[in-house]
C-alpha cells in the first residue's frame, strides 16, 4: 500500500475472507466514527461509497480508514434534522427512501445507509442496485428507480446475500454491522447518533443480533 493510500475496494481484493471479517468491520467503524464526527460538526457527506473511503497506514503501520470527496456535502445547524425533497446522489448506493421524491426525507439517515452499501459492494463485490436488478443500472436509471420506489413502498426491497453460506459464516461480523446500516425502513434505521447510542464499541456492532427498530421516525 502506497502512502496515499487505496480505495477500501481495492485494499479489500488483496485480503482474505478471514482478513476481511477481521479488518472490515474495523474499517467501516472508523468511517462511521467520521460520519459521526461530520454530523456532530453539522457536515452531510451525501456520496459515501467505496471510492470515497481511501485506506492507508497509521503512526502504528495499521490500516485506517479516511472519507473523501466532500464536493457535494452540506452543512446544517447541529442538533437539527436535515430534510430535503430531492438530493444528487451516486444512484447505485442509493438509500431505497430517496426513489421517493414526493415526500421530504432526513438525509443524515441516508449517510448511514451508504455506508453499509459501502460495506456490501466490498463484502459482494457488487454495488447493491447492480446486484439486485442482475444488470447494470446506470443506463435505466429512471426505470429501475420506479420499481425502486414500487418495492420500498410495498416493504418488499430485500437484496442478494454477499456471499454464499460457507464463507458467509466467516464473514458474520463484518454481514452483522453490514445488516445494522443496511435497514430498508428509514424509520427503523438509526441516526449516526441512535447507531453509537445502541453499539458504543465495536464488538457490540459485530454481534449477531438482530438489528434494532426505532420507535419514531
Known amino acids: 500500500m502506497d502512502h496515499a493510500g487505496e480505495t477500501v475496494k481495492y485494499y479489500a481484493r488483496r485480503l482474505s475472507t478471514k482478513e476481511k471479517a477481521i479488518q ?11 460520519v459521526y464526527f461530520l ?49 444528487d446522489f451516486t444512484f447505485e448506493y442509493m438509500a431505497p427512501e430517496l426513489s421517493r421524491p414526493e415526500k421530504p426525507h432526513w438525509l443524515l439517515k441516508s449517510d448511514v445507509w451508504t455506508v453499509g452499501a459501502s460495506l456490501y459492494h466490498v463484502l ?11 444488470t447494470k443500472v446506470r443506463k435505466h436509471a429512471s426505470a429501475f428507480h420506479t420499481v425502486i420506489r414500487i418495492l420500498y413502498t410495498i416493504k418488499a426491497l430485500h437484496f442478494p446475500p454477499v456471499a454464499e453460506e460457507r464463507e458467509a459464516r466467516t464473514l458474520q461480523p463484518a454481514i452483522a454491522m453490514m445488516e445494522k446500516l443496511m435497514i430498508v425502513s428509514s424509520r427503523e434505521r438509526p441516526d449516526i447518533f441512535k447507531f453509537f447510542e445502541w453499539y458504543p464499541t465495536l464488538g457490540a456492532a459485530i454481534a449477531q443480533v438482530p438489528p434494532r427498530k426505532m420507535t419514531t421516525s
Open 124 to 134: 459482494s463485490g457488487k454495488k447493491p442496485l447492480k446486484a439486485y436488478f442482475r
Open 24 to 34: 472490515l468491520p474495523k474499517l467501516f467503524y472508523q468511517v462511521l466514527k467520521g
Open 39 to 87: 454530523h456532530s460538526a453539522g457536515v452531510f457527506h451525501g456520496d459515501i461509497k467505496p471510492a470515497n473511503i481511501m485506506i492507508s497506514t497509521d503512526e502504528n503501520n495499521k490500516p485506517k480508514a479516511t472519507l473523501i470527496d466532500f464536493d457535494g456535502s452540506i452543512l446544517f445547524k447541529p442538533g437539527t434534522e436535515l430534510v430535503r425533497r430531492h438530493w
